[in-house]
């Protein structure tokens, strides 16, 4: 099979066309590093049946030769990231997707959306199913890619039932691993870094908020057997395992062997007290669960950041005094 990976250069684009081509199928690589990363994968470049394309998906693209199928995972997707590139982060996920749709139209590949669980918002009910249509400000700092994504699904379907498109949604939820940006302000990134750092570990409200976080290689599997499959979903992925942002910060310091202490800091705006996926449809219509536990996960993580110490570094610098996961309180 022959796939297109818009965002390839990035923290899943990269681990997906890694895990692609291990399988056999040749990747096409699109991305124009915004928020990517050349050395994610500087690595694939030594196989056969991987070509890169510097491009942004917003413009027009041309793929040379035909596809079996497109990953459509372009797009800034943490809050530092979408409040710098506001503009570029709404055309990502309209101009962008319209284009890769019109791509598989022309060759009759199965198209797969990385859509995200910020569709839901700050969920009024828990945990969420897909049939849960969300709780989202259209207006507020978060809006940008909370609409870019609702509008990226709504289109996709409108290319399925009015043109034919083969279509797939998958609604990913918090995600965690090896090539995460120290800086990139995700939480799991951030905790490791400051607590790597020996800096306090910072916390936004008091705490209790929930996440449920799925190691990176759970997370592809299940996008490459949505990829694989005729499913339309859309499908949550994510893991069900729900702990507190608190609990998680302990659980670093502990795998770190850090002597860092927790700061607080007020909850930001719109940002989501409760997150936890509902995976029936993706365990009935995929087979897929994930299999690695937190602790596993965070080890790994661990001992990847590491071996990057400069990195560290520079991260621990850039989100000294807050770890950005979320919005600003205005």
Same mark, same amino acid.
């Given at each position: 099979?022959?796939? &297109?990976?818009?965002?390839?250069?990035?923290? %899943?684009?990269?681990?997906?066309?890694?895990?692609?081509?291990?399988?056999?199928?040749?990747?096409?690589?699109?991305?124009?590093? &915004?928020?990517?990363?050349?050395?994610?994968?500087?690595?694939?470049?030594?196989?056969?049946?991987?070509?890169?394309?510097?491009?942004?998906?917003?413009?027009?693209?041309?793929?040379?030769?035909?596809?079996?199928?497109?990953?459509?995972?372009?797009?800034?997707?943490?809050?530092?990231?979408?409040?710098?590139?506001?503009?570029?982060?709404?055309?990502?996920?309209?101009?962008?997707?319209?284009?890769? %749709?019109?791509?598989?139209?022309?060759?009759?590949?199965?198209?797969?959306?990385?859509?995200?669980?910020?569709?839901?918002?700050?969920? #009024?009910?828990?945990? +969420? !199913?897909?049939?849960?249509?969300?709780?989202?400000?259209?207006?507020?700092?978060?809006?940008?890619?909370?609409?870019?994504?609702?509008?990226?699904?709504?289109?996709?379907?409108?290319?399925?039932?009015?043109?034919?498109?083969?279509?797939?949604?998958?609604?990913?939820?918090?995600?965690?691993?090896?090539?995460?940006?120290?800086?990139?302000?995700?939480?799991?990134?951030?905790?490791?870094?400051?607590?790597?750092?020996?800096?306090? %570990?910072?916390?936004?409200?008091?705490?209790?908020?929930?996440?449920?976080?799925?190691?990176?290689?759970?997370?592809?599997?299940?996008?490459?057997?949505?990829? !694989?499959?005729?499913?339309?979903?859309?499908?949550?992925?994510?893991?069900?395992?729900?702990?507190?942002?608190?609990?998680?910060?302990?659980?670093?310091?502990?795998?770190?062997?850090?002597?860092?202490?927790?700061?607080?800091?007020?909850?930001?705006?719109?940002?989501?007290?409760?997150?936890?996926?509902?995976?029936?449809?993706? +365990?009935?219509?995929?087979?897929? !669960?994930?299999?690695?536990?937190?602790?596993?996960?965070?080890?790994?993580?661990?001992?990847?950041? #590491?071996?990057?110490? +400069?990195?560290?570094?520079?991260?621990?610098?850039?989100?000294?005094?807050? +770890?950005?996961?979320?919005?600003?309180?205005?």
């Amino acid at each position: 099979m022959r796939v &297109a990976v818009t965002g390839g250069g990035g923290f %899943l684009g990269s681990h997906l066309c890694e895990a692609l081509l291990r399988r056999g199928d040749s990747v096409v690589c699109l991305d124009n590093f &915004a928020t990517g990363k050349p050395e994610n994968i500087s690595h694939l470049r030594d196989f056969r049946a991987f070509e890169f394309i510097h491009a942004d998906v917003s413009e027009a693209v041309r793929v040379p030769g035909p596809l079996d199928a497109i990953a459509h995972l372009a797009s800034p997707a943490s809050p530092p990231d979408y409040l710098r590139q506001p503009l570029e982060t709404l055309a990502v996920g309209s101009r962008g997707t319209e284009n890769m %749709l019109r791509l598989a139209e022309q060759n009759d590949a199965r198209f797969l959306l990385a859509s995200t669980s910020e569709v839901y918002g700050d969920p #009024l009910i828990h945990p +969420q !199913d897909e049939e849960y249509w969300g709780n989202v400000n259209p207006v507020g700092p978060r809006s940008v890619y909370d609409e870019a994504k609702r509008y990226a699904e709504a289109v996709t379907m409108a290319y399925h039932r009015s043109r034919g498109v083969d279509v797939g949604i998958v609604r990913i939820f918090n995600t965690y691993g090896p090539r995460m940006r120290p800086h990139d302000g995700r939480v799991v990134s951030s905790f490791i870094t400051q607590a790597l750092s020996g800096e306090p %570990l910072t916390i936004y409200g008091d705490g209790k908020q929930t996440r449920s976080f799925c190691y990176v290689d759970d997370l592809i599997r299940g996008i490459i057997a949505m990829l !694989d499959s005729s499913v339309t979903g859309p499908i949550n992925l994510g893991n069900p395992e729900e702990r507190t942002v608190l609990e998680l910060a302990e659980l670093v310091v502990e795998l770190t062997g850090s002597a860092s202490d927790v700061q607080y800091h007020p909850l930001p705006t719109d940002d989501p007290t409760r997150r936890r996926p509902v995976i029936t449809r993706a +365990q009935e219509q995929l087979g897929w !669960d994930p299999e690695v536990d937190v602790r596993q996960g965070l080890s790994r993580t661990v001992d990847w950041f #590491l071996g990057r110490p +400069q990195d560290i570094a520079r991260g621990a610098a850039a989100i000294r005094g807050g +770890q950005q996961d979320t919005v600003p309180v205005p």
